[in-house]
Nanobody
Framework: QVQLVESGGGLVQAGGSLRLSCAAS????????MGWFRQAPGKEREFVAR???????YYADSVKGRFIISRDNVKKTGNLQMNSLKPDDTAVYYC????????????????WGQGTQVTVSS
């Protein structure tokens, strides 16, 4: 089992930045893909970004150029640096881990954190 715990959410003004962290415990993540998803009120959970064991990244078009995903395989942590935040980025953000090959589909991910709220005011 892998447990994931997110932190770093909060309230920020539009144009500001936040850095989310995801700490993994339990068995090693191994070569798992780490992903970030978000869910806004009344909307489906959507893909934000993912990073493979080797550091290959992929972003949703809505965050490309503003968000940066990273991971530290030794420390078993992941981060999502969010810059130039917009009110549309307001959501609960979830960290997830999935097997090699996990992509944009949330159903490919086996482990999830509890989520952290990000609120961007205009």
């Amino acid at each position: 089992q892998v447990q994931l715990v997110e932190s770093g959410g909060g309230l920020v003004q539009a144009g500001g930045s936040l850095r989310l962290s995801c700490a993994a415990s339990g068995r090693t993540l191994g070569s798992s893909v780490m992903g970030w998803f978000r869910q806004a009120p009344g909307k489906e959970r959507e893909f934000v970004a993912r990073i493979t064991w080797t550091g290959t990244t992929y972003y949703a078009d809505s965050v490309k150029g503003r968000f940066i995903i990273s991971r530290d395989n030794v420390k078993k942590t992941g981060n999502l640096q969010m810059n130039s935040l917009k009110p549309d980025d307001t959501a609960v953000y979830y960290c997830a881990a999935g097997p090699v090959g996990s992509t944009l589909d949330q159903y490919e991910y086996n482990y999830w954190g509890q989520g952290t709220q990000v609120t961007v005011s205009s």
